[in-house]
């Protein structure tokens, strides 16, 4: 590709959205939280509130817009859906187009720390024959990547398609790379099922199966299967700890996600509340996000009016079953690298190692045409952010017999 296609368009929130979330803000009506202090009911006022106050009087969401617009950005109507996406272009001998799919409660901020070592990587320390083309869209739905008004039946598979059709279809790429996380991770892996013949190869940071939110009971993250009597203790505690941290979550959000969006939409402190448990207990540690990393996205889920389509995601996943798109194996042909990290670690299992062999004995493992699996000790569910080093590498790694 010798020109990019489209003129850059910056992102601007306009003043009038900005005085109108500092009014929100400062008016917020504020319940007791009594017996709160340990934070087992959820989201302490002590904690949200200095947050919220700070949001609406400390804040500089304008030196975060120049932050963010250190980075080209975009907008483009991909066949009705409205897509923002981020670009820095590739420094190198021959930089291959990547697109990097975000999750929930994500935003495409979220890449920014890897963002500069995969396109430029010999200005890092890195080798130049590794760099990309790095493309990274709001989910549709998500951020800027709003209205969503004409496909409100938006899922992970369907974002796939758009994703496709922005990397060949208006971008022009003949073939082009993808990575993800989370909700991601599985835009990522639908990519590497229907479209293996158009990608270099994927890499994801989780190893799910394409029909995770498929069935009856797909927000339940038990699969409605009772805890095994007799387990070691440490094993039942870490179940416990795991259904704890994902249960109101996946349902709410399969469930009642305009219920839950009503409110949300309407109440900045309300949103804060809902997304910073996720921030807060997803992480790897108490330090993965500063105040004004929470608040910068924060500010851009609120400024895109995208909670609710955000959240409806997850509705839509499990409402539009995944079916396949071919009957080959492994279902997902595009070669595939995987991060695992330990903040995630299924029960039983405390090392690299064994969280590698855990998915290899696991019936996800058939799904992928793995070729670089690789866990870390550390890291939460953020992992380019929290571990944008790591990340690169393995990220790098996957892709460097592929290019």
Known sequence: MTSFPLEPSPIHVPDDVLDDLRRRLTATKWPLDAGNDDGFYGVRRTQLQ????????????RAAERAINAFEHYRVDVNGVPVHFMRKPGV??????????????????????????LADPAAYGGDPADAFDVIVPSLPGF?????????????????????????????????????????????????????????????????????????DRGWDLSGGNPIPPNLPPAI???IIELERR??????????????????????????????????LSWSGGDKAFSDDDLLTNATIYWAGNAIDTSIRTYAN??????????????????????TFVGHEDPPGVSTPEER??????SDRAEWYNHVNLTAHPGGGHFIPWELPTEWTDDLRRTFRDYR
């Not at 979550?249 to 804060?272: E, N, Q, R």
């Not at 590698?356 to 004995?361: A, P, T």
């Open 50 to 61: 200095a947050l919220v106050e700070y949001w609406a009087d400390g804040f500089d969401w």
């Open 317 to 338: 996943n499990n409402r539009y079953p995944w079916t396949p798109s071919h009957d080959r194996t492994p279902a997902i042909e595009a070669p595939t690298g995987i």
């Open 143 to 215: 951020g800027f990547s709003t209205p969503l008004t004409n496909q409100p039946d938006m899922n992970f598979w369907k974002i796939a398609d758009v994703w496709h059709d922005l990397m060949t279809g208006v971008l022009g790429y003949p073939k082009y790379a993808a990575a993800g996380c989370d909700v991601g991770a599985l835009v990522t892996g639908q990519l590497g099922h229907k479209y293996a013949d158009e990608l270099y190869a994927i890499h994801i940071g989780s190893g799910l199966k394409l029909t995770f939110f498929n069935g």
């Open 92 to 117: 190198g001998p021959a930089p291959i187009p990547l697109i990097l799919s975000h999750g929930w409660p994500w935003t495409f901020w979220h890449w920014s720390k890897v963002i500069g070592p």
């Open 356 to 361: 590698v062999q855990n998915f290899l004995n």
């Open 246 to 279: 994902f249960a109101a979550h996946l349902a709410t959000h399969v469930l009642d996600p305009s219920t839950l969006g009503f409110g949300l939409a309407d109440s900045p402190a309300g949103m804060l509340a809902w997304i910073l448990e996720r921030w």
């Open 236 to 238: 039942h505690d870490r």
